[in-house]
């Protein structure tokens, strides 16, 4: 494997995405259960990978925050290659090791120094349709099964019964289900969404009047901000942050 370092253009943070096997092992077996079980030996993970200098470049490993925004979850500072086909937030000494080569003398204070710490918040629309598309391929995968969605990341999972109720006699709802649409709706108003509630009942596979009406009820709950009759908008409250916290 020939690896070669040098400046390539790369003017602004790079969002990227890869799916990989999961590791095995007593190690991952225990972190799987204690986060209640992946269903799939597959994993996702999202990267924003930006330039630092002419020799280094920084990967920041992403993960969905209390809104689904992008949050940082790890940094990795590396040597800037060119090779194909590499993954996101990787470099040659994952494959070279002790015989990898790296610029004289090595990572410094001076390089950490240089690292933009907020240079993901710029990739955040890419963020949220990547999330929606992930959750959209387990939903397909894991039909009628316990999913976690990329929501399990921050210790949440979320079963199809949920988003899909039987038909019939309206089934008693939690004060964590109302939590979480008031969430779903609270973000799409947030990202300047003209049909917030109309983008969540496409998600949740529900009638746009279903989901007013449980919008309804979640402002009732205090789960989420009250607006003007009949204009779209909210927040969530402090109750429904606590609940999701807790969640």
Same mark, same amino acid.
């Given at each position: 494997?020939?690896?070669?370092?040098?400046?390539?253009?790369?003017? @602004?943070?790079? +969002?990227?995405?890869?799916?990989?096997?999961?590791?095995?092992?007593?190690?991952?077996?225990?972190?799987?259960?204690?986060?209640?079980?992946?269903?799939?030996?597959?994993?996702?993970?999202?990267?924003?990978?930006?330039?630092?200098?002419?020799?280094?470049?920084?990967?920041? @490993?992403?993960?969905?925050?209390?809104? @689904?925004?992008?949050?940082?979850?790890?940094?990795?500072? +590396?040597?800037?290659?060119?090779?194909?086909?590499?993954?996101?937030?990787?470099?040659?000494?994952?494959?070279? $090791?002790?015989?990898?080569?790296?610029?004289? =003398?090595? !990572?410094?204070?001076?390089?950490?120094?240089?690292? @933009?710490? $907020?240079?993901?918040? &710029?990739?955040?629309?890419?963020?949220?349709?990547?999330?929606?598309?992930?959750?959209?391929?387990?939903? *397909?995968?894991?039909?009628? &099964?316990?999913?976690?969605? #990329?929501?399990? #990341?921050?210790? &949440?999972? +979320?079963?199809?019964?949920?988003?899909?109720?039987?038909?019939?006699?309206?089934?008693?709802?939690?004060?964590?289900?109302?939590?979480?649409?008031?969430?779903?709706?609270?973000?799409?108003?947030?990202?300047?969404?003209?049909?917030?509630?109309?983008?969540?009942?496409?998600?949740?596979? !529900? *009638?746009?009047?279903?989901?007013?009406?449980?919008?309804?009820?979640?402002?009732?709950?205090?789960?989420?901000?009250?607006?003007?009759? =009949?204009?779209?908008? $909210?927040?969530?409250?402090?109750?429904?942050?606590?609940?999701?916290?807790?969640?």
């Amino acid at each position: 494997m020939h690896v070669v370092c040098y400046p390539w253009p790369m003017a @602004r943070p790079k +969002f990227r995405t890869h799916r990989s096997t999961r590791p095995r092992g007593a190690w991952a077996m225990r972190v799987v259960t204690a986060a209640a079980g992946a269903p799939t030996r597959r994993r996702a993970e999202a990267w924003v990978e930006a330039v630092v200098n002419e020799q280094w470049m920084a990967a920041y @490993r992403l993960v969905p925050g209390p809104h @689904r925004e992008p949050v940082i979850a790890e940094i990795r500072i +590396f040597p800037r290659e060119r090779a194909r086909g590499r993954p996101p937030g990787r470099w040659s000494a994952e494959v070279l $090791g002790l015989d990898t080569t790296i610029p004289e =003398g090595g !990572l410094s204070a001076e390089v950490v120094r240089q690292v @933009r710490i $907020g240079e993901h918040r &710029q990739v955040g629309a890419a963020f949220s349709r990547w999330l929606d598309e992930e959750r959209t391929t387990r939903q *397909s995968t894991f039909r009628g &099964q316990t999913a976690p969605a #990329l929501g399990a #990341l921050a210790g &949440q999972t +979320f079963t199809l019964s949920t988003l899909e109720p039987k038909r019939g006699r309206p089934p008693i709802r939690s004060e964590q289900f109302y939590a979480k649409l008031a969430r779903d709706y609270a973000e799409r108003v947030a990202q300047g969404s003209p049909r917030p509630t109309t983008d969540v009942a496409r998600r949740r596979r !529900l *009638s746009a009047a279903r989901v007013r009406d449980m919008l309804h009820e979640a402002r009732k709950r205090d789960l989420l901000s009250s607006v003007g009759q =009949g204009r779209s908008g $909210g927040e969530l409250t402090p109750k429904a942050l606590a609940i999701l916290n807790a969640g």
